[in-house]
């Protein structure tokens, strides 16, 4: 794998108060599976360097590269990041990185992503790469927030492909009309019958959220094998 590649600022979006979706061109980016994440690393002038990892959310075919940043209260690197890093500028770069948390559509079996929060961004380049091929193979999203106001990607969510259920689930405040009170996952949440033995499990948030949700899906059935997770925080 080569070293650090220079990645230049092309656009910035907001997500939610405090998320932001970053891309970058990169050239000569040489692709990435879903899942993988890259470290991006900052130089100040007066030589300091700082190094974060970062999940990779665009679809594995694009020249560059979209990243999900959850500015972090007090963080050095996040918030710059998230809101001051200028348009045009130049970060740098090295990946793609990570071979356990991927998954490519060439992989057959129903598939179940969990995402807590800002989780959502490998698990949106899995969704994406899952959307775009012609598997009709049942491909579920489980996605807990907060609020309505925490939603990552939301209008993406609300049109998903054929073969692909979206649910979101609301921890804090359920929006009106919704048929789930507000309230913490339980297995009631997960699908339902119990699970085909060639089904692939992905779990992505903060790491309180992971482990809850692991213990869920071993206690419903799943195999350890079944399921891979990645944590932060």
Do not use: N
Not at 36 to 54: F, I, K, M, N, P
């Amino acid at each position: 794998m080569p070293g650090w590649r220079r990645a230049r600022l092309t656009e910035r979006a907001k997500q939610t108060a405090t998320g932001r979706t970053l891309k970058f061109d990169v050239p000569q980016w040489p692709g990435h599976l879903p899942g993988q994440h890259v470290d991006v690393r900052l130089t100040a002038e007066d030589g300091y360097r700082a190094v974060r990892s970062y999940s990779l959310a665009a679809p594995a075919d694009t020249d560059g590269i979209e990243l999900g940043i959850q500015a972090a209260d007090g963080g050095e690197v996040s918030p710059y990041l998230a809101d001051d890093l200028p348009v045009g500028a130049d970060v740098e770069v090295k990946g793609p990185l990570g071979g356990w948390f991927v998954w490519t559509p060439g992989e057959p079996g129903p598939l179940l992503l969990v995402a807590g929060g800002s989780g959502i961004v490998p698990l949106m380049a899995m969704l994406r790469a899952r959307s775009a091929s012609p598997s009709d193979a049942p491909c579920t999203l489980l996605y807990s927030v907060r609020g309505p106001d925490d939603v990552w990607y939301a209008a993406e969510l609300d049109a998903p492909a054929p073969h692909v259920h979206v649910r979101r689930l609301y921890t804090r405040l359920a929006p009106d009309g919704s048929e789930r009170p507000a309230g913490r996952m339980t297995a009631l949440d997960l699908p339902h019958p119990p699970p085909a033995p060639e089904r692939r499990c992905y779990v992505c948030g903060p790491t309180g959220f992971v482990e809850h949700v692991s213990d869920l899906l071993l206690t419903t059935g799943y195999a350890p094998h079944q399921i891979r997770t990645e944590r932060f925080g």
